[in-house]
């Protein structure tokens, strides 16, 4: 994750380091660091050892990068996606739903995310595949804890359908409004059936979850919105209202879930510190796409920003996890 961060700042222009790889940026992040992590997340919960070592074959792709030889790298993530895609046929043969369903799709969009890049040398269809990757996987995550509350099989077919269009139509790159429409009605969607608005209602970290995946709903709509006003929004904020602005804001929802399950360690973090640190990261974007339009020099000084947030978040959890070891 810090060296994709690193190459983030390479790219905005505020570092001058492993310049040979910048190209690799999007890649790292989405599929060395976050493909390893949620592939990670998947393998903890089967019962063989053997079977908990086949993330680092996904994960190994970044030893390549740091030495050049990115091709290696590219079979490293192409196994890995294998992996993933294998390891949720197995968990369909258990739970016959729909969620399950939808965690295949998002392996099938990681590895044509892989195969654009290093094939078609088709780095739009890349990113647009790693998107589709990232929303599906959050989407069926979502399905899981839908299921606790009303809401019927009609309106979750309907999700289902809006997200296979989104796949189908992202083939050709000039279904470029029609995309940008499914991703509006997807967030709404979320907005309004998701559990998100009864965490609201709770408190502690429930609330804090609540409210960190409504605003990044908020920030898919706005990503979504991108593809029909191109012309008045930049391509930084067309790509990460996405990447930082939806994904990141579910990280931050989910990451203490995810880490207690993947690491076997429970534990709680100061609920106004996370505050603090998630308000921080909306203004950051908010600013940060606000310079893009204005073609400002403060760009690369808030994207070091971006990076400084993140890493904070980061830093906190798992000084959290230690203290909470040490006890």
Same mark, same amino acid.
Not at 64 to 71: R, T
Not at 94 to 116: G, N, P
Not at 173 to 178: L, T
């Given at each position: 994750?810090?060296?994709?961060?690193?190459?983030?700042?390479?790219?905005?222009?505020?570092?001058n380091m492993l310049?040979?790889?910048?190209?690799?940026?999007f890649l790292i992040m989405s599929g060395s660091f976050f493909g390893t992590l949620i592939t990670l997340e998947r393998v903890v919960t089967i019962k063989n050892r053997w079977v908990q070592f086949l993330p680092? #074959?996904?994960?190994?792709?970044?030893?390549?990068?740091?030495?050049?030889?990115?091709?290696?790298a590219g079979i490293s993530l192409l196994l890995g996606g294998l992996v993933m895609f294998f390891i949720y046929l197995y968990f369909i043969k258990?739970?016959?739903?729909?969620?399950?369903?939808?965690?295949?799709?998002?392996?099938?969009?990681?590895?044509?995310?892989?195969?654009?890049?290093?094939?078609?040398?088709?780095?739009?269809?890349?990113?647009?595949? +790693?998107?589709?990757?990232?929303? /599906?996987?959050?989407?069926?995550?979502?399905?899981?804890?839908?299921?606790?509350?009303?809401?019927?099989?009609?309106?979750?077919?309907l999700m289902v359908f809006m997200l296979v269009l989104s796949v189908i139509i992202?083939?050709? #790159?000039?279904?470029?409004?029609?995309?940008?429409?499914? #991703?509006?009605?997807?967030?709404?969607?979320?907005?309004?059936?998701? /559990?998100?608005?009864?965490? #609201?209602k709770a408190k502690g970290p429930h609330r804090f979850r609540g409210w960190a995946l409504l605003v990044?709903?908020?920030?898919? +709509?706005?990503?979504?919105?991108?593809?029909?006003?191109?012309?008045?929004?930049?391509?930084?904020?067309?790509?990460?209202?996405?990447?930082?602005?939806?994904v990141m804001n579910m990280v931050?929802?989910?990451?203490?879930?995810?880490?207690?399950?993947v690491l076997s360690i429970q534990y709680t973090v100061d609920m106004k510190v996370q505050y603090i640190i998630w308000f921080l990261l909306q203004i950051i974007l908010i600013a940060r796409f606000i310079s893009t339009f204005s073609f400002s020099q403060h760009f690369a000084i808030l994207t070091l920003a971006n990076v400084i947030i993140i890493l904070i978040f980061f830093v906190m959890n798992f000084y959290y996890l230690y203290k909470s070891k040490q006890r």
């Open positions: 994750m810090v060296i994709g961060l690193v190459l983030g700042l390479s790219k905005s222009g505020y570092l310049n040979g790889i910048s190209q690799y940026h680092f #074959i996904n994960g190994s792709s970044i030893i390549f990068f740091l030495f050049q030889k990115c091709e290696l258990k739970h016959y739903d729909i969620a399950h369903y939808l965690f295949t799709l998002s392996a099938i969009c990681y590895s044509m995310a892989v195969v654009y890049f290093y094939y078609f040398r088709d780095i739009l269809l890349s990113v647009r595949f +790693f998107e589709l990757f990232f929303l /599906i996987t959050i989407v069926a995550e979502r399905m899981e804890l839908i299921k606790f509350i009303n809401v019927s099989n009609r309106v979750k077919i992202s083939f050709d #790159i000039s279904f470029q409004k029609m995309y940008g429409v499914l #991703i509006i009605l997807i967030a709404l969607w979320l907005i309004i059936y998701d /559990i998100a608005k009864k965490n #609201i990044g709903y908020y920030w898919l +709509f706005s990503h979504g919105l991108s593809f029909l006003v191109s012309w008045i929004m930049s391509y930084d904020m067309q790509v990460h209202s996405f990447f930082l602005g939806f931050f929802a989910h990451a203490t879930i995810i880490l207690p399950v």
